[in-house]
């Protein structure tokens, strides 16, 4: 749900009844990037803002809120640290902040039961099961993973919208590079060459485990992280590349990358308006 803080500021927040549900989301590839993306081309594309609003909440709804909270620090385990060390990012101008200041930024409407001294911190979980239980899963995990699938946990709904058309921004920035190539000049090229630099991330951290045979394990401690890995896999694959439909404007994946439409129906719609612009034209 939406809700405004005191300070005007909306946020998204878990719904009284919302319960967390622990999935892989590599697993959830491809549909999970072109959800997102498509969600950041209704921005892109001028969507009236219920629109916008309410296709963000049905992803949050989904798969969840970003984990912004642990994405945009240096490291997620910053509750390790005395300070939360930033890099440059679209949200906070900071290089760093007290810790306590950095987490007020995510639970504006409760604080969580939390004291900490130095780079000693300690919380409590008491009075629900669940968040009990969820605490202990991710007993291993960084602290402020755990934190932020607690009930109290939010995210500026601005911020979480801005993420969406990053992303949108960042797909059409290549799709019009390789299109228009041709058609601009060398300044056009390197601004977009520039945008595309821009996009960019703290890479996630792995780890080996030894199955049937040895097994890269990348550690998100973020949906946005593991969106944008995958995204970025998925911008680079010639086989089966992302495309903008011509004429709904949705992102889809192609088998082949000179096509240009998301179903057969998009095509015959794309054709028929054609052909009736064309007559019009003809009449006048």
């Not at 509750?79 to 007020?104: G, Q, R």
């Not at 601005?158 to 300044?187: H, P, R």
Request: proline residues 5%; glycine residues 4%; charged residues 25%.
């Amino acid at each position: 749900t939406v809700k405004t803080a005191a300070d005007g500021k909306r946020y998204i927040t878990p719904g009284k009844n919302a319960k967390p549900d622990i999935y892989n989301p590599l697993k959830e590839a491809p549909g999970i990037v072109l959800d997102a993306l498509n969600v950041g081309m209704l921005m892109m594309n001028r969507s009236p803002e219920d629109e916008v609003q309410k296709a963000i909440l049905e992803f949050v709804t989904h798969y969840g809120l970003l984990g912004l909270m642990t994405a945009l620090p240096t490291t997620p385990s910053f509750m390790d640290y005395e300070k939360v060390y930033l890099p440059k990012n679209h949200f906070i101008k900071a290089e760093s902040m007290e810790t306590e200041d950095y987490l007020a930024l995510f639970y504006p409407f409760d604080q969580l039961d939390l004291v900490k001294k130095g780079i000693e911190s300690s919380w409590s979980v008491s009075g629900d099961n669940m968040m009990v239980a969820l605490t202990m899963t991710f007993a291993s995990e960084p602290m402020a993973k755990t934190m932020s699938f607690q009930r109290e946990y939010a995210e500026a709904y601005d911020w979480v919208a801005q993420q969406f058309k990053d992303w949108a921004f960042t797909l059409t920035t290549s799709i019009l590079y390789y299109n228009d190539y041709d058609l601009i000049d060398e300044d056009t090229r390197n601004l977009y060459r520039k945008g595309m630099a821009a996009f960019g991330g703290i890479a996630p951290s792995y780890h080996i485990e030894l199955l049937d045979k040895p097994t890269i394990y990348w550690d998100f401690h973020s949906l946005l992280l593991g969106v944008q890995m995958m995204f970025s896999f998925m911008l680079v694959d010639g086989e089966k590349p992302l495309r903008l439909c011509k004429h709904c404007q949705k992102v889809f994946l192609s088998s082949r990358s000179n096509s240009a439409f998301c179903s057969p129906r998009c095509k015959n719609q794309y054709n028929v308006y054609k052909s009736r612009g064309k007559k019009n034209s003809d009449e006048d």
